[in-house]
C-alpha cells in the first residue's frame, strides 16, 4: 500500500482499494482455516511465533551457533551423517542444482508423475541430454523398469520419492540399488513431500542427493531448501563447468562446513527451523512417521469408501492421498469445507480435473483428521 502525505506533511494509509479490501478478508478467513493442503501445509501458532525473534546478521557468531546446532539437529533426526546444504529458495532451486553440478551430459530422468516430468524439465532447460524413464502415472516405478535405460553413459538419474501428484510412494530404496548394482550413477532424490513424513531410511539407501523444503511436512512456512549430499556428488561437481554462483555446490559446501550460508538467508525461518526440529525430537521421529500412517490410513479408508483411490495400493503415500473425483463437483466441496474452516487441494497436472488430494502431513494429528472427515462428510451429504 503506498503511503500518502496529507496538507501538514504527515504520512497517512489511503483507504484500501477493493483488491485489498477483498485480500484483507481473505487473510481473515485463512486464519480461522486449517489446512490439508500439499503444501505449504498447516504451521502452529508457535513455531510461527518462533520467526519474530530479534534478526541477527548471517555473518555473527549468533548466526554461526545457530546453523551449526540446526544441522546437528537435521543429522540426528534423519538419522544421517552426510554433508548437508540448506538454501535460502524453494526445493525447485536445489532440484535444479542437482543437475548444473552433477551432470556434464547425460541423464536419466525417472519419472510416473508431474514432478518426475518436471526435473526431466530441469534437465533438458539445462542443456543436459535426458533420457526419460516414463511409467504409468498412479503405478510405482519398479526397479526392473532401469535396466533397458542404464548404461555407463548416464551420469545421474533423478527419482521423486513421494509423487505429489498421483499420491505414490515409491519404492526408493529398491530402485536405488538397481542403479547402483548395474551402472553405479550419482543417484538424486527428491524428497519434498517424503521426509520428515515417511522413513526413507536414508542411512540404508546410499544417495548423492536428498533434497527437500520446508513447507511441505516439516510444517514450516515456504521458503528454504535442504538436501543431504555425498562427497561423490561433490567430487563429481568439480568436473562440471557452468555450475553458477548462487548454487554452486562447492561454494555452498565450502560456507557449510563453517555454519554459515553462501548468500544471505532467511534467519527468521531459520529460527523455525530450529524450534520445529527440537519439537520433533520432542516427539519422536519414529513417533511422528506413525501418525503419518495413522493419518493416511484414515484418509484412504474414508476415499475407498466414499470415491475411490488413485493410487496402485502398496505404494501408498503417507503424505499425501489423491482421490478420484467421480463427477463429484469439487470446488463445491472445498468451498463448502473452507466455510467450515478446512482446506483441501486440487488435483494436479493432467489429472487436475479427475482427482483432488488431501495433505496429512506435518503436525497435523489424527483427531484433525477426524475433523476433516466429518466435515467432508456432512458437505457430501448435503451436496
Ligand atoms: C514432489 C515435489 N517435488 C518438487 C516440488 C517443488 O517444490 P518447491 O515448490 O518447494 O520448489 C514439489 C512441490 O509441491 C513437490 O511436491
Known amino acids: 500500500m503506498d503511503l500518502e502525505g496529507d496538507a501538514e506533511g504527515a504520512l497517512r494509509c489511503p483507504p484500501p482499494s477493493r483488491s485489498e479490501r477483498s485480500s484483507e478478508s481473505f487473510r481473515g478467513m485463512s486464519v480461522k482455516r486449517t489446512l490439508f493442503t500439499v503444501g505449504p501445509v498447516e504451521v502452529r501458532k508457535e513455531v510461527l511465533e518462533s520467526m519474530t525473534r530479534p534478526m541477527i546478521t548471517h555473518r555473527s557468531k549468533e548466526y554461526e551457533q545457530l546453523q551449526e546446532g ?64 516414463n511409467s504409468a502415472w498412479g503405478k510405482a516405478i519398479r526397479p526392473s523398469e532401469l535396466h533397458a535405460c542404464l548404461d555407463d553413459s548416464i551420469e545421474a538419474i533423478t527419482l521423486v520419492a513421494n509423487e505429489s501428484s498421483t499420491g505414490v510412494l515409491n519404492p526408493v530404496k529398491e530402485i536405488v540399488k538397481a542403479a547402483r548394482d548395474e551402472h553405479d550413477p550419482l543417484v538424486f532424490v527428491d524428497g519434498v513431500t517424503a521426509v520428515y513424513g515417511t522413513d526413507l531410511r536414508i542411512k540404508d539407501l546410499d544417495l548423492d542427493a536428498l533434497v527437500f523444503g520446508t513447507q511441505k511436512a516439516l510444517a514450516l512456512p515456504p521458503g528454504l531448501a535442504i538436501m543431504c549430499i555425498s562427497d561423490r556428488l561433490l567430487d563429481k561437481a568439480k568436473t562440471v563447468s557452468n555450475r553458477g554462483y548462487y548454487f554452486d555446490f562447492l561454494k555452498m559446501m565450502e560456507k557449510a ?38 493419518m493416511g490410513d484414515l484418509v484412504r479408508d474414508w476415499a475407498r469408501e466414499h470415491l475411490g483411490l488413485y493410487a496402485e495400493p502398496g505404494y501408498f503415500s503417507d503424505t499425501i492421498t489423491v482421490i478420484n ?53 456432512e458437505v457430501m451429504e448435503a451436496m
Open 325 to 377: 473425483r467421480n463427477g463429484m463437483d469439487f470446488s463445491k466441496l472445498n468451498k463448502s469445507l473452507k466455510e467450515k474452516g478446512y482446506e483441501i487441494s486440487n488435483g494436479y497436472g493432467s489429472i487436475k480435473e479427475t482427482t483432488f488430494r488431501i495433505g496429512h502431513m506435518g503436525d497435523l494429528t489424527v483427531d484433525d483428521i477426524k475433523g476433516l472427515l466429518k466435515a467432508m462428510d
Open 70 to 133: 540446526i544441522v546437528e539437529k537435521l543429522h540426528k533426526t534423519l538419522d544421517t551423517d552426510m554433508h548437508i546444504l540448506i538454501s535460502p529458495s524453494s526445493a525447485s532451486g536445489l532440484l535444479e542444482a542437482c543437475v548444473r553440478n552433477g551432470v556434464n551430459q547425460k541423464m536419466l530422468g525417472l519419472s510416473n508423475g508431474s514432478f518426475g516430468d518436471r526435473w526431466q524439465e530441469i534437465g533438458s532447460l539445462n542443456g543436459k541430454e535426458v533420457v526419460k524413464a
Open 257 to 294: 562446513e563453517k555454519y554459515y550460508s553462501l548468500t544471505t538467508p532467511p534467519v527468521s525461518l531459520l529460527y523455525a527451523l530450529d524450534f520445529q526440529l527440537d519439537r520433533i525430537l520432542k516427539e519422536g521421529v519414529q513417533a511422528r512417521y506413525q501418525r503419518h500412517k495413522d
